[in-house]
């Protein structure tokens, strides 16, 4: 790899997101004609431009909100299960797990929403438990891959010098398993994004709700407000949760991957 | 550094009636006693290990040697309760290992394995510390007894304590992998193959230095390898090992090299039985030549006077630390008394006091000086070997005619043997593996 | 209220409708079908090209990863403001997400090509076209494989949001149970919608295992 410099690598992502926040707000700001206005105030049912501002950072924030509650609960659940899952050596349980990973990744998330939607009715709760179900595969993958990939000459060797089970874990196992855990918490942290967008069929809100408006309505300001947004939030997230990845690695690991 | 002859005698350290309880609290060698010790794997025709019967004394080391997949690493495993043994008991200081909790047993067994097996996302001294934290010692002790282990193992605590295993080379991981098996000072310790993976000049160092840890420790070491030569020089007693890790023959090295039992052993032992037996001899068995030797404050007038009464051609400069730098021809002393160190020939090599005859021979004949200079721990000038010295301890091996017969060419030979085995290893592989997965490992 | 799905009436249920199922069904094979082989072109291509220069490929890989942060609505939504309703703005969006697992394993696969097995096809005298295709390719075609079949998997789900923008597919069916909610079909519609792209996916997954033991040279599957 040639060495681009670390500074740049580092901030080169938000600068870009802050260059892109300015220019999408500048380019929705001089939709001044009465039409356009009219139309993004219709669509929205309020009665000015500032209406519509204040709109789109209540769906972004719930947005966030969305996401936030659903990736504590996906590493609540998805990080414990995937230990649970190496502990056993049973044929059966690696075989139905297997199974649940591909039929998992198979199945469309809107589907997966809607279903809850015909089982539950539009409860509150219903989104974060469909964000929750769909993102908490790649950790537990992760988790359970991490963990089966530590050498096991590293955890014989740590056993002879008198590592119980769970010191094996704690101390060994986990710890070299992290940079593959934190890979799979970034891979949910984009795909919570993504599919909180579709929150919006379920009655969940956020950014997604904007976007439809604007499909619905055929406008294609908010549509594009909405989607650039929700995309620029993507973005921004996967850097964040890019650094995370890299300085939350043990440092002796570090190094060994790109 | 104490001087190796300051250690204390292990008669005085050590004792068969001491349990590994109390050991476990002074860190003395206890004796470990198998017997009928026999591992079946569920699914394998044949046990792994079958009714290995053996006393390992206290305070030596043991070397299981045979060819891979023969059952040795199981034997040994079977120590510290990685493997469970299916049959037989194994007393540790007259206890049986089996009524201690297998946790607490490894703490009080130092173990190590090849390629070092540190934990990579811990520092080197982090590593180090690693049982005595497991053992809840205080912070004080912890740091006091890293300092005296880096020193042992001979490595910088300044430099190296803060490094990541993945900074060090291989040689000086297995520096850190001892070191961290002695941490808690263990009665105990088990080697697998540590110096299997490292290249030949590095491994010569690791294991002389490991026979000077040994004079200093003293602990029970089974030591476990395939490689003849290692065994011979490591072992005070060499145990050559067949398939089902079943004894072909038992005994000092010398014994094995000069009566091997049986075909087996003599084809494993391969040819060279003599000069492998020079692996036995060590250069401070010898009377070391008093070479003229001055350091550069002394007077010309002094070396010349010495050199002549020695009617020797060549003396050794040294260097303020007594270290050997140059050999100086007597003409090149008269003509130029100006400045010693750019004069005569630069020291090539040289051997310590506890070098084999073998290794001393070597490093004679690829230095092409036919002598070298032995040196202490320090590395200071003790005196000459010349390879006449050893071509006479050659002869005097020689000289046993049972040693002969370790040279005839064997009957089978070593490929026939282990090509035999090695079909055996990939069943016992596959029973291991398939144990593994029962969850075989207490 | 949720209305248990009975056995029988949801197997009615696609008994009645087999025509507009199957002709959904086909219609997202169809779509699916044609964004992957459009995106196979492109990202093994982008793959060979740029597999040899660490800047090329590095800006290559970034540029897809970016294209698969966008939330799939999101994209799906900018492509129609651009494009308009219809297949076009649904394939452009599938080729995007399939981009990056393909060039991802392509330079992953071509570049782990062991250099003393290059060395040794430069020493039989191939020139660098025919190394390609008779020594790297070959090799690296399980990674590249295994690529195809996670953006297929990818993709499949994908096509069912596609939909909503008047693409073609079984995401017809969940649309149209989410706005009938309550009804009488509604949960049959869904499930029929949500099942079957499981079964396409694993369809697309068994075909690519298959070709994968047809096409990879024996010597090296695992």
Known sequence: MTRVPTAVRLFATPVVVAIALVVLYVAIGKQTDPLS???????????????????????????????????????????????????????????????????????????????????????????????????????MRNTVEGIRNVDPGLVDAARGQGFSRAQVLTRVELPLAVPIILSGVRTALVLLVGTATLATFINGGGLGNIINDGIKNQRDAVLLTGAVTAALLAVLIDWIAGLAERYMSPKGLRGESA | MPDTSTAVPSSDRSGATQTLREAMSTGNAVEIDLQSVTKRYPGSPNPAVEDFSLTIPAGQIVVFVGPSGCGKTTTMRMINRLVRPTGGRILI??????????????????????????????????????????????????????????????????????????????????????????????????????????DPITRDRLQSELLKIQRRVRKTIVFVTHDIDEAIKLGDRVVVLKERSRIAQAGPPDEILAEPADRYVRAFIGGGAAVKRLHLVRVEDLELEPYPAFTQGEGYDTIIRQLQASQRDYA???????????????????????????????????????????????????????????????GAYLGVVRLDQVTAALEAIHTKPVAEQADATPVQTLAEITGEIDRREIEAEQARQAAAMSGDDA | MFVPPVASSFFEYVGDNSDSVLQLAWGHVWVVALSMAIATVLGIGLGVITYRSPVASSVTLTVAGLFLTFPSFALLGVLLAVLGLGVTPVV???????????????????????????????????????????????????????????????????????????????????????????????????????????????????????????????????
Not at chain 3, 207 to 218: D, E
């Open chain 1, 37 to 139: 206005v009219t139309a993004l105030t219709d669509a929205e049912g309020a009665t000015s431009a500032h209406a519509f501002d204040s709109k789109v950072i209540d769906a972004l924030l719930r947005h966030l909100r969305l996401v936030g509650i659903s990736a504590v609960l996906v590493l609540l659940i998805g990080i414990p299960l995937g230990i649970v899952l190496t502990r056993t050596r049973s044929k059966i349980v690696s075989l139905l797990l297997n199974g649940i990973f591909s039929a998992g990744q198979a199945a469309p998330v809107i589907g997966v929403f809607v279903l809850l939607v015909a089982i539950f009715d539009l409860k509150g709760w219903v989104p974060y438990a469909g964000l929750t179900l769909y993102a908490v595969l790649p950790v």
């Open chain 2, 93 to 198: 200081g007259g206890e049986d290992a089996a009524e201690m909790k297998p946790d607490d047993l490894r703490r009080h067994i130092g173990y190590v394995v090849q390629q070092a097996g540190l934990l990579p996302h811990l520092t080197v001294r982090q590593n180090i510390e690693t049982v005595p934290r497991l053992l809840g010692w205080k912070r004080d002790r912890i740091a006091e007894r890293s300092t005296e282990l880096f020193e042992l193992v001979g490595l910088d605590e300044g430099e190296f304590a803060g490094r990541f295993p993945r900074e060090l080379s291989g040689g000086q991981q297995q520096r850190v992998g001892v070191a961290r098996a002695l941490a808690a000072d263990p009665p105990i310790l088990l080697m697998d193959e540590p110096f299997g993976a490292l």
């Open chain 2, 316 to 378: 050794l400069l040294l260097d303020d630390q007594r270290r050997p730098q140059r050999w100086l021809h007597t003409d090149e002393l008269g003509d130029r008394p100006g400045q010693p160190q750019h004069v005569g020939q630069a020291v090539s090599g040289v051997v310590m006091a506890t070098t084999t005859l073998h290794d001393a021979m070597d490093e004679m004949l690829s230095s092409g000086t036919g002598v070298v200079p032995a040196v202490d721990d320090r």
């Open chain 3, 92 to 222: 452009i969006a599938l080729v995007m997400y399939a981009l990056l697992p393909i060039v991802r394993n392509t330079i992953t696969g071509l570049r782990e090509v062991d250099a003393m097995v290059l060395d040794s096809a430069r020493g039989l005298g191939m020139s660098t076209t025919r190394r390609l295709v008779r020594v790297e390719l070959p090799i690296a075609w399980p990674v590249i494989l295994a690529g195809l079949r996670t953006a297929t998997q990818l993709v499949v789900g994908i096509a069912a949001i596609a939909a909503y923008v008047n693409g073609p597919g079984l995401g017809t069916f969940i649309f149209s149970g989410l706005s009938q909610l309550g009804g009488a079909n509604a949960t049959n519609q869904i499930v029929v919608g949500t099942l079957g792209v499981i079964i396409i996916a694993l369809i697309f997954d068994a075909l690519l295992a298959l070709l994968g033991r047809a096409t990879i040279s024996k010597g090296i599957r695992a």
